[in-house]
């Protein structure tokens, strides 16, 4: 993260005695990334972090994914993956699995219960609140999040999500890290002046907070058979047990609303729509936002070859203008694949000419590797979407 940050009782100086009111020390745990090269954060533990009482397999469930053959771009439905009204799921063990490669794999879950301790040991999160709200626990505190709100999630952080009734999530699950696109940062970290938004967007964990507790179970997804797989650890003690922690290492939420569009007088590319990266992925937003203002603009999107990605769009607001007539709603994701040309739907174009604003909300990621259909784009897939650029129809 771009910057320090530190909450609760910590000693003066690293690395040295700190002890509770009895006397006793505390457990001084260095999360690191980068073998303790890059960002990292101390965190005082009142028991032993590392101590594991019991342990098991946790079945993922279908997490195989096949190729986008033949190739064609698609329209996934979310909103058809989980029954009106459908209940007891939680945000952890509850997610189906839409695309993925080697470097991400995007979910969904609607849930409405109180999920699972949880690690992700292969990478960083990101999680989208499209709708609903909840409140995600961590070692570090607690973020208080609704519709709107990414939730950035650094590697192995322990947590867990309770919903206040049913809320939907659109996960993105990096094999790598996650944070600002570095055009953005300064050489020490900082967000620039350019940026879309700045630190003060951030909002950071509420705590640390001490919870007593025995024979605690800990859901993992880690690298095993097949490139993903789950261990349950059942710890002697509640992980939230941090006094206090500080460093430059945390989870943290950012409102899509607080993007400032950057806008000119004739159509920008995809990247001035960039809030986040990770490893060969980035993460867009495509926010409510006046439009080009050249006399003889369009202000659709023009036909587009992304020679070197898959674009993945996950619509989760107003109207999209550049997707009329394709039968994209809330709740749609469109897949349009490196090696087809796509744009605006017949007739957006024409549509658009005069348009001063658009009201939409849509949140992309474009990996820089082909995506593979996992079973949830199987289960949701309109396989008519291909044909909507043949005016004709």
């Given at each position: 993260m771009p910057y320090y940050h530190r909450a609760g009782a910590v000693p003066p100086k690293r690395h040295t005695q700190h002890r509770d009111p009895d006397g006793n020390l505390y457990y001084e745990e260095l999360m690191g990334e980068e073998g303790f090269s890059s960002d990292s954060s101390l965190l005082y533990h009142r028991h032993i972090p590392s101590a594991v009482r019991e342990f098991r397999?946790?079945?993922l469930g279908d997490q195989s994914l096949v190729p986008n053959h033949p190739l064609v771009p698609r329209h996934l439905s979310t909103h058809k993956l989980f029954e009106e009204g459908e209940s007891g799921i939680d945000a952890v063990t509850g997610r189906r699995l839409l695309l993925g490669n080697e470097d991400v794999r995007?979910?969904?879950?609607?849930?409405?219960?109180?999920?699972?301790?949880?690690?992700?040991?292969?990478?960083?999160?990101?999680?989208?609140?499209?709708?609903?709200?909840?409140?995600?626990?961590?070692?570090?505190?607690?973020?208080?999040v609704a519709g709107g709100d990414y939730v950035i999630v650094p590697r192995a952080t322990t947590y867990r999500i309770v919903p206040a009734g049913a809320v939907r999530i659109y996960v993105i699950e990096a094999n790598s890290h996650i944070g600002p696109a570095r055009r953005y940062l300064s050489q020490h970290g900082q967000l620039l002046e350019h940026a879309p938004y700045c630190e003060r967007d951030l909002r950071l964990p509420d705590g640390p907070r001490t919870v007593e507790g025995e024979n605690v179970e800990v859901y993992i997804k880690h690298r095993g058979p097949g490139g993903v797989a789950g261990t349950v650890h059942t710890l002697p003690n509640h992980p939230f047990d941090v006094v206090g922690w500080d460093g430059c290492l945390y989870p943290y939420v950012f409102n899509i609303r607080d993007f400032e569009p950057i806008t000119g007088r004739v159509h920008q590319?995809?990247?001035?729509?960039?809030?986040?990266?990770?490893?060969?992925?980035?993460?867009?937003?495509?926010v409510p936002r006046k439009v080009d203002y050249h006399p003889l603009s369009v202000p659709v999107p023009y036909y587009h070859s992304n020679v070197d990605s898959d674009e993945v769009m996950f619509y989760c607001g107003g109207d999209y203008e550049a997707r009329k007539g394709s039968g994209i709603g809330q709740g749609s994701i469109s897949l349009h694949?490196?090696?087809?040309?796509?744009?605006?739907?017949?007739?957006?174009?024409?549509?658009?000419?005069?348009?001063?604003?658009?009201?939409?909300?849509?949140?992309?990621?474009?990996?820089?590797?082909p995506l593979l259909l996992g079973e949830a784009a199987h289960a949701t897939d309109d396989a008519m979407y291909v044909y909507s650029w043949e005016s004709s129809r």
């Open positions: 397999v946790w079945d995007l979910a969904y879950v609607v849930a409405d219960t109180v999920s699972p301790h949880y690690r992700n040991a292969i990478g960083d999160e990101c999680l989208y609140i499209e709708d609903g709200r909840a409140r995600v626990e961590t070692v570090f505190g607690d973020l208080e590319p995809p990247p001035a729509h960039q809030v986040f990266e990770g490893h060969n992925f980035v993460i867009c937003n495509f694949p490196g090696g087809h040309p796509h744009g605006p739907q017949p007739g957006a174009m024409e549509r658009s000419i005069g348009a001063e604003f658009f009201d939409e909300l849509a949140v992309m990621v474009d990996t820089f590797r």
